[in-house]
């Protein structure tokens, strides 16, 4: 009040405003309230079905997906990730992961996964994979899954053969079509049936628990001596069907990286029953906001201490 105007001064570290003995300090920055445009993805339909959302840091949103509803809290962004690699010479430095995003996905019975995401594909192993990590408590640390990127740095082919392998009639179609070179031949149409149930089933499973889920429940079903030879045979009817589901993404026959890509993809879909999100949420644009985090001390003993340390000196 004792002001006729505003004062404006540019505070940074180490150098405060000062005035009437009130000393204003930057003690810390955070997000301001980031306001982010994502695309999510459905991990267990129609790859179709995708929806773009917009949300700010701080705030959340009520999603709907497969007749539950969630509740989505975007909690924190940041720019820059400076992580530790090893370089070719295997000697550590630095590298610049790009943006990423923390968010909360909350079910109705208010139960929170925590999950971060990187906007930008991060290179593992000469390929590029889209990383997002998760945890069901901040006392965890992040386990991360890993999507392939096609050659066009996309989404698109994974959840495509994603979607494809969730779609019984299509499934049913391939399996009936492709599917049973692996096996005996049917005698009759009611074998032939109860094959492609078989078939249909074994896929299921992998899409709902992986390999682990597969051997969990041989370990209920399948004598102890009999479940390496019958894993194995699971293995290779599965691997078959994957493998005719993937080439009805191509006119033709895939190329080899084409099907570099697929190996990386199955073994992303082997680790998605870990990952217990519906949806997986891609970042596509964001305007950066910061905040800064201000402290105002007052030391009316500033002069005597500094005349104390005279006299000493």
Known sequence: PDLSAPLEKT???NHPLIHKGLAIYQAS???GGSELQFKTWPLRGNAKDNIDLDLAVFKEKTLSLQGRNYQLELDDFRL?????????QGEQGFKNFGPNFTVRLRN??????EYQTYMAPLEFEGRMYFTSG???SPSESFQFLHIPADEDVSLK?????LSLLHDAEKMTQIITRNGKADLPNADSPEQAEQLTKSMLLLLQQFLQGGYEGIIQDMQQNVPEARREEIFNAYLKVLRSVLGEAYRELFAEEPTAEQWAFYSAAVEAINTLPFYQSPIFIQLKNFKHIQASGLQITKSPGTFWVYLG???LV
Request: glycine share 4%.
């Open 11 to 13: 505070i940074s570290v």
């Open 29 to 31: 920055f955070q997000d």
């Open 80 to 88: 820059f990730n400076i992580n530790p690699v090893l370089d070719e």
């Open 108 to 113: 109705s019975a208010g139960q929170a996964l």
């Open 134 to 136: 998760m945890r069901t």
């Open 157 to 161: 082919r994974f959840m495509a053969f």
């Open 309 to 311: 340390s005279a006299m």
